[in-house]
């Protein structure tokens, strides 16, 4: 939609925070299922690296949340860190900085939340529709993610219930 009342964008943002809160776990237990030593790992020349893939997925999911809170969308994902050379710091990462990004999301007024926001030039729409396209995102390529495990040697685990490898619980 292109106009949102301030009541509506809060529903909204209870909606989709609600589906991120319950898709984060399965996220960080996606990035931590990379074993370490195969961070190089890629399936073809042109993908990313798993090491560069997990950053991604976390890196962007926080990125969103802040720039939503931020009220605008600066291009360029930052570069992985160089304390972070493995799934498993990623997912620490993830874990230290996900927290506070949700936090501003879930602060911010209902008049900021439906206030047109401008995606790098390419489409603006009600500030808290943004987070539905972060969502899907980070939905994305986790499953890409999720598919590099098992050429790695790794065990996939359940996303939306069991996978081959992680049982019904």
Same mark, same amino acid.
């Given at each position: 939609?292109?106009?949102?009342?301030?009541?509506?964008?809060?529903?909204?943002?209870?909606?989709?925070?609600?589906?991120?809160?319950?898709?984060?776990?399965?996220?960080?237990?996606?990035?931590?299922?990379?074993?370490?030593?195969?961070?190089?790992?890629?399936?073809?020349?042109?993908?990313?690296?798993?090491?560069?893939? /997990?950053?991604?997925? *976390?890196?962007? +999911?926080?990125?969103?949340?802040?720039?939503? #809170?931020?009220? &605008?969308?600066?291009? $360029? @994902?930052?570069?992985?860190?160089?304390?972070?050379?493995?799934? /498993?710091?990623?997912? *620490?990462?993830? +874990?230290?900085?996900?927290?506070?990004?949700? #936090?501003?999301? &879930?602060?911010?007024? $209902? @008049?900021?939340?439906?206030?047109?926001?401008?995606?790098?030039?390419?489409?603006?729409?009600?500030?808290?529709?943004?987070?539905?396209?972060?969502?899907?995102?980070?939905?994305?390529?986790?499953?890409?993610?999720?598919?590099?495990?098992?050429?790695?040697?790794?065990?996939?685990?359940?996303?939306?219930?069991?996978?081959?490898?992680?049982?019904?619980?």
């Amino acid at each position: 939609p292109q106009h949102m009342e301030p009541n509506e964008a809060l529903v909204v943002l209870n909606m989709v925070m609600a589906d991120a809160d319950f898709e984060a776990p399965t996220t960080r237990k996606v990035i931590a299922a990379v074993p370490a030593g195969k961070e190089d790992y890629a399936p073809d020349p042109k993908s990313m690296n798993a090491l560069k893939l /997990a950053w991604h997925v *976390a890196s962007a +999911d926080i990125w969103f949340m802040n720039s939503i #809170a931020d009220g &605008k969308f600066v291009p $360029g @994902e930052p570069g992985i860190p160089a304390g972070i050379t493995s799934a /498993a710091d990623v997912a *620490a990462w993830y +874990d230290a900085n996900r927290p506070a990004a949700v #936090a501003r999301l &879930k602060a911010m007024s $209902g @008049e900021d939340l439906a206030k047109p926001l401008d995606f790098m030039g390419v489409f603006t729409a009600p500030t808290v529709t943004f987070l539905t396209l972060s969502l899907r995102h980070i939905i994305h390529h986790r499953g890409q993610l999720s598919a590099y495990l098992r050429p790695m040697g790794a065990k996939v685990p359940g996303i939306y219930g069991p996978s081959g490898d992680e049982p019904m619980a």
